[in-house]
């Protein structure tokens, strides 16, 4: 996984080298269904699978897409753009 210049999130360690899939393949019985579906919407987060809002400027026609949070207390990525 390749990282640009900037913060490291929860969400890249999870991500890196199928950390969060090994992890849960190993101690799935050990883990509460409540961390597992926060985790779940963390790697999703600032994806289009958890919805977007798309604007667009009335002058010049470019169209911006934003994606939401997850809003997730674990997640670190509330504050990277």
Known sequence: MELAPGKITIKHILQDSNNWERFYSK??????????????????????????????CPHCGETVVVPHSCKSRICSCLSVS
């Open 27 to 56: 101690h799935k019985q050990r883990i509460r269904d409540s961390v597992v579906e926060n985790i779940n919407k963390l790697l999703l987060c600032r994806t289009q699978e958890l919805g977007f809002h798309k604007y667009q």
